[in-house]
């Protein structure tokens, strides 16, 4: 089983890559974007009796260690 | 005193920290990460700079599990003194022995130079041999000291007193190099007993590094 994690930094929280490549894009011509966040994507191979399993589990490893809930939110997606 | 200075794999101011205190007549032991207990008889752990775990997925992210930090925090539970400097400050952040988070710095670069500070917060053991508003210059290098707590911990900081040090200039203007909330470069806990900044004391020792300003706090902890 897969589970795909996506680490971004909350909403509020300014985000310093994103901002950066904003102001790069915006140079660069393209016009019309209106806020870039950057965030990480943490794939993991694991094993597991149900999807319901995964979910639960990967968002305990997020709660530990992937993500800083001070000042990031996490999104877990599992694939079979 | 007894300084007690981690080691994480990665850690690279494990040494700048023992000559500090060593030229301070302080004796210092080096423990490695994967030690459990504190040696006895330590009157301050330091967590030094460095690039632990080389800042896989956050800084102090992963060293914040390594077996020592267990005793780290049982230490500072029982009222220990704890400092970290740069990167132990992050591990401090992420242990939550300390509030808040570190982010990448605002400009996105890695800064290193000499910074000054202003002591905002004088009533604990690290910055008791300075003045309130004093102007301190110790140097930074980081790239991720952009200090972030939300709108009521800042406050909470600020009502506690905890925030001990801020970014300035020369003549004590707010001059920020990173984004910090506040302009804050360390705090405190609750109790007083751990501490975290950013710049580094342990490279401000002598004149011939451009500073010793560092001395007047490392030596708040000896009694």
């Known amino acids: ?80 | 005193m007894n300084v007690t200075v981690l080691r994480f794999p990665g850690t690279n101011c494990e040494f700048d920290t023992e000559y500090a205190f060593k030229r301070l007549a302080q004796s210092v032991t080096i423990v490695w990460h994967e030690e459990e207990v504190i040696p006895a008889n330590t009157d301050l752990v330091v967590v030094p700079g460095g690039f632990s775990y080389g800042d896989y997925l956050r800084s102090g992210a992963i060293a914040r599990f390594s077996p020592v930090m267990k005793a780290v925090k049982a230490y500072a539970d029982n009222g220990g003194y704890v400092l970290g400097i740069c990167n132990g400050f992050q591990i401090l952040l992420e242990s939550h022995l300390l509030p808040g988070a570190m982010k990448r710095n605002e400009n996105l670069h890695f800064v290193s130079k000499h910074q000054h500070l202003k002591v905002v917060n004088n009533d604990n053991r690290f910055l008791r041999h300075c003045e309130e508003g004093e102007i301190l210059n110790i140097p930074i290098a980081h790239a991720e000291g952009n200090y972030f707590i939300d709108d009521e911990g800042l406050k909470r900081l600020h009502d506690n007193g905890q925030v001990l040090l801020t970014y300035c200039d020369a003549d004590g203007n707010p001059d920020n190099p990173n984004g910090s909330v506040d302009d804050i470069a360390g705090i405190c806990n609750e109790k007083r007993n751990v501490f975290g900044l950013m710049p580094h004391p342990e490279r401000a020792v002598e004149t011939i590094l451009g500073s010793a300003d560092g001395v007047k706090m490392l030596e708040g902890f000896i009694l």
């Open chain 1, 1 to 80: 089983m897969k589970a795909i994690v996506n680490v971004y930094l909350k909403e509020g929280v300014l985000d310093p890559q994103g901002k950066a490549v904003h102001h790069a894009l915006d140079a660069l011509g393209f016009k019309g974007v209106n806020d870039v966040r950057i965030g990480k994507q943490i794939v993991l191979d694991l094993d597991a009796a149900s999807m319901h399993e995964a979910q639960k589990e990967v968002e305990k490893m997020c709660e530990t260690l992937l993500a800083n809930t001070v000042i990031e939110d996490y999104a877990v997606e599992i694939v079979q």
